[in-house]
């Protein structure tokens, strides 16, 4: 394996165990102050990691329950964001790949996950961006392409479920157990897709999908019978359903369907892919600044259909979106937006999803950027753009 995994150490060395009396009422530590392990958090806002605007140096906020070790840079020519991993290479501040943690009030276990962690790795290690590996940790500078496509993993405010995320776009991802099925031969049940009734189960929500090869019969595939292959390749969004056409046997649907593969019919009633993408801008307290907040990379092309804006309360606020090619850095000059810029006047929550005057064609790997050109009685914001992947 080519990515450096260590067993992790710290300068600070313990001879003996920690403990307390057995009489005492108070334990050693909170879950919440460990890195990475299981812990539990009242509400989903405990996921974020905010950097509070007009912050620079190292982020030491309060707000941030499950924080990283993280810098934010001027913008100069030598000051970049920078991101510290503790010596295993998996963990940074109190966050580690694979780490579980419970949300109380969505009575619900989310799991930290980066996709395609490893070569996200060896990309950023590889390029001409500042990377600095030690015994006791790594330091990475956003001074490549491919030094911020990694540290985004580690900023991202993505939760799935949450404005249009789901487990295969999002770093906090809901956790399930895999679970058998008895009564069907060989399906088992795993990560990703609404699965209910299969032979006399009881009805369950795992946000599964399932894999095997025996025919399965679901609520969530509307009155038709496929076998579990077929159904594994069907082009499904988590939850969705396939209705209006008849299939059997071990016929592969793939994303390369042609009229020769499946009846028109049948084609036009598959669900659409959806997607999203967007931020969350905290003020921190404070009233939102205008400039830039940001960048995202999309890696999927497709083409977007709208737009939604919600903020802490009702106020007003004007966001640019801009858009160029891998590799480079959107600006002013690359607005997609038209005269449709998602806005807030005077309101909470606003939407457009019947574009007109945006550039909605996305590429594989093109860069987002998000500029904020007026806000006014707003300290937190959250904007989705929603599209369609190919």
């Known amino acids: 394996m080519s990515f450096q995994y260590k067993n992790p150490i710290s300068p600070n060395q313990l001879t003996g165990q920690q403990s307390v009396d057995r009489s005492k009422t108070y334990g050693t530590n909170f ?3 460990s890195t990475g392990g299981y812990m539990e958090v009242f509400s989903l806002n405990e996921l974020y990691y905010t950097i509070p605007p ?12 499950i924080p990283i070790t993280y ?24 966050r580690k790949l694979g780490m579980l943690v419970y949300v109380y009030e969505q009575n619900q276990i989310y799991q930290f996950l980066i996709d395609n962690y490893e070569t996200l790795w060896n990309s950023a290690t590889g390029s001409t961006g500042t990377t600095i590996i030690s015994e006791f940790g790594t330091t990475m500078r956003a001074d490549s ?3 911020i496509t990694f540290m985004s993993g580690w900023t991202a405010n993505t939760i799935s479920g949450v404005s249009g995320e789901t487990n295969s776009t999002a770093v906090w991802k809901i956790y399930s157990t895999p679970v058998s099925f008895t009564g069907n031969t060989s399906a088992t049940c795993i990560n990703d897709l609404y699965v209910e009734n299969l032979y006399g189960c009881s009805p369950i929500n795992v946000n599964d999908l399932l894999i095997g090869n025996s025919g399965i019969t679901t609520t969530s595939l509307t009155a038709i019978t496929i076998s579990a292959t077929t159904y594994l390749n069907l082009p499904l969004s988590p939850g969705g359903s396939f209705t209006g056409g008849t299939v059997s046997g071990t016929t592969n649907f793939t994303n390369g369907l042609t009229a020769t593969t499946i009846s028109a019919t049948t084609y036009q009633n598959l669900p659409i892919n959806y997607g999203s993408f967007g931020l969350t801008i905290d003020g921190g307290g404070s009233d939102i600044i205008v400039g830039n907040k940001g960048y995202a990379i999309i890696p999927y092309a497709g083409t977007i259909t709208g737009w ?8 007003s606020c004007v966001i640019d979106v801009w858009k160029t090619t891998s590799g480079n850095i959107p600006t002013s000059g690359d607005t997609i937006t038209g005269t449709e810029k998602p806005t807030l006047s005077s309101q909470q929550i606003n939407s457009d999803l019947n574009l007109t005057t945006w550039t909605t064609s996305v590429s594989q790997y093109d860069v987002i950027g998000f500029n904020v050109d007026s806000t006014s ?5 959250n904007l989705s753009i929603y599209i369609i992947k190919q």
């Not at 810098?71 to 109190?94: A, P, V």
């Not at 939604?308 to 106020?315: A, E, P, Q, R």
């Open 31 to 33: 879950s919440t102050l």
């Open 54 to 65: 007009s912050t620079y140096g190292p982020i030491e906020y309060t707000g941030n329950t």
């Open 71 to 94: 810098s934010k840079g001027s913008g100069t020519t030598f000051s970049y964001d920078t991101l510290t991993l503790h010596s295993d290479n998996i963990s940074s501040g109190r």
């Open 145 to 147: 392409i491919e030094n």
């Open 308 to 315: 939604n804006v919600i903020g802490n309360t009702s106020g």
């Open 377 to 381: 009685g707003l300290t937190r914001v």
